[in-house]
């Protein structure tokens, strides 16, 4: 089989092949991080067995030596006719030597002397990698978002493919704080269904509670004021290049008040593009 995108990630040390090559696993590539280039050939003919599509790998760039020469190891690939585009990351002296102190990791190539002498070295070993780049990158002013709109916009297959995917949890909050949550609202100001006899053994999916919640002029003013918020806050969290986000609704038992103002926001962000919806009522699965 042929593959639809072959990405070598290479480039200074410091530069954020790391933070890319997370960016890529949210694309959904296979990714494998720190590769001799030995084995790169036997890395080929794995995914193929596999039918593997989508490969993004940071090579080991040190030249030669006995886990063998990334430049060779592109070679081989060119000689198996396998297309592969190689992206370069790049940033000036003062960037790489503001974030190695703090860090405060050591450089790979520091045995050579000093963190600025051992950077000029690595530049040196690989400039002709750089000449083989198909993209090269600076991130020397990059956030950790900006880098990652940077790969989105070069190797996602689709310009409007889903970027965010949105996990909306109704939990109680006598049973705890769900622990993966992003952002935490309290619906326990809402009068509570749970005081209504008829409406107690039922939650906030059944219809008798939704219509209770609904003839509260309080739940349209909050739903309203909620659904404001979460429109201005998805862009801006796309555009830092958040891939996922837990939306977390709480009220005492979990299964009325937060139940139903969950399903409510769920019904709402589906139909925002570039999202993936899911939702979770913790304490009924529980129960």
């Known amino acids: 089989m042929t593959f639809s995108r ?8 410091g530069a954020g092949k790391s933070q890319a090559m997370k960016s890529f696993e949210d694309l959904g590539f296979y990714c494998l991080d720190h590769l001799p280039p ?15 599509a989508r490969i993004a790998l940071s090579l080991d760039a040190r030249v030669g030596g006995a886990f063998g020469d990334p430049l060779e190891a592109l070679a ?5 006719g396998v297309s592969f585009e190689v992206l370069y990351l790049d940033a000036n002296d003062e960037a790489l030597v503001r974030r190695y102190s703090e860090t405060r990791r050591r450089h790979p190539r520091e045995d050579a002397g000093t963190l600025t002498e051992a950077i000029a070295l690595e530049r040196a070993d690989l400039a002709p990698l750089r000449e083989r780049a198909t993209l090269v990158l600076d991130t020397s002013r990059f ?9 989105v916009a070069a190797y996602a297959n689709e310009p409007t493919a889903r970027r965010l995917s949105v996990h909306v ?3 109680g909050y006598k049973f705890g704080l769900p622990r993966d949550a992003d952002l935490v609202f309290d619906v326990r100001f809402l009068p509570n269904p749970n005081y209504v006899p008829e409406l107690k053994k039922l939650s906030g999916t059944d219809r008798p509670v939704v219509e209770f919640m609904e003839a509260l002029p309080e739940t349209e003013t909050f ?3 909620l ?3 979460i429109d201005f806050l998805v862009p801006l969290y796309i555009g830092e290049g958040k891939s996922r986000l837990t939306i977390a609704i ?8 937060s139940v139903y103002v969950a399903n409510r926001l769920s019904a709402h962000l589906k139909g925002i593009v570039g999202l993936t919806v899911a939702s979770e009522h913790r304490e009924l699965v529980s129960a």
Do not use: P, Y
């Open 6 to 13: 072959f990405v070598v990630v290479t480039g200074l040390s």
């Open 38 to 52: 030995a084995l790169l050939i036997d890395l080929v003919t794995l995914a193929r067995r596999a039918g593997i």
């Open 76 to 80: 081989q690939l060119e000689k198996l």
């Open 143 to 151: 956030t950790h978002g900006s880098l990652k709109a940077h790969i």
């Open 169 to 171: 949890v109704a939990f």
């Open 223 to 225: 739903v309203g004021l």
């Open 227 to 229: 659904f404001a918020m």
């Open 250 to 257: 709480g009220c005492t038992g979990g299964r009325h008040r």
